[in-house]
């Protein structure tokens, strides 16, 4: 079991997204370590299990409903936060997702094809900003206010969640892909921004783990594999998909100001090798 990091209890956190595969492990293991937790979701009702979660086992947690594309609904979430907690000190941006009418059917365009589905040519693209501004904007807009709260707090922290696709874009899924290298390169900017505040601000790459939204990709309704999958574990030295609580020593890590106090604007990959690997 990962142990309890002292600094930690007592502060308070938002996270963005929080009911998520990935995003609810963190909250739940913040609330473990005695982290005051928020829950932010689109609806109040889906964070709910989550804060109930923690409340269960003896933590503190609330969900609040929390749009990170509307800018009104994010400066509700911090004051109800700052009302109820203190000021928040932790930011999580987990929100996040895809369209299936920004992800193309093929991986590479086909001249010899007669017809495709969806090609690149084929995209909506009122989709493709849609996944732009949640991904990236809805990044840049809960760090701006929330950050802005944070100043003058010692050891306050953003973390961004960032993806395998912002280092080398996947195929089919050019908005996901551009929105996450986006949040690669405001992570480094707003870190140089923030620095003299002492707010730190990094971002975690989770690679290959099984989630609500990417389940239709990587799995076939019988829960075998897909040939998308079977390309994904080939090129994973560890041959396998992450298990979310994989993600939480790296993040207890990047928030505990006395053993990461003096990095920030890094992203870290997660990924059981997928970066590290060439291929031969």
């Given at each position: ?262 990095i920030t604007g890094i992203t870290i990959p997660v990924d059981g090798g997928f970066m ?5």
């Amino acid at each position: 079991m990962i142990p309890i990091f002292e600094n930690l209890r007592g502060r308070s956190a938002a996270i963005t997204g929080g009911s998520g595969v990935l995003s609810s492990a963190m909250a739940r293991e913040l609330g473990r370590q005695g982290v005051k937790v928020a829950i932010l979701n689109r609806t109040k009702e889906s964070g709910e299990k989550v804060a109930q979660d923690i409340i269960d086992a003896g933590g503190i947690a609330i969900a609040l409903p929390c749009d990170v594309t509307e800018t009104e609904s994010i400066v509700n979430a911090q004051g109800t936060i700052v009302d109820r907690f203190g000021a928040c000190e932790i930011l999580i941006n987990g929100a996040g997702g895809n369209l299936a009418n920004a992800i193309t059917t093929d991986e590479v365009f086909d001249l010899a094809q007669d017809q495709v589905e969806r090609s690149f040519f084929d995209l909506d693209m009122a989709a493709f900003s849609s996944v732009l501004e949640l991904n990236l904007a809805g990044t840049i807009g809960a760090s701006q206010i929330f950050a802005k709260g944070m100043i003058g707090h010692p050891g306050a922290t953003i973390i961004n969640i960032s993806s395998m696709s912002a280092f080398s874009p996947l195929t089919k899924v050019p908005a996901y892909s551009a929105s996450k290298a986006g949040i690669n390169n405001f992570t480094s900017w707003l870190a140089v921004y923030l620095a003299k505040t002492n707010i730190r601000v990094n971002a975690i790459a989770p690679g290959f783990f099984l989630t609500t939204q990417n389940r239709h990709l990587l799995t076939k309704e019988d829960g075998s594999l897909t040939e998308r999958s079977n390309k994904i574990i080939a090129k994973t030295p560890m041959a396998r998909f992450g298990d979310p609580n994989e993600l939480l020593g790296t993040l207890l890590w990047l928030l505990d100001e006395e053993l990461s106090g003096f990095i920030t604007g890094i992203t870290i990959p997660v990924d059981g090798g997928f970066m590290a690997y060439s291929g031969v």
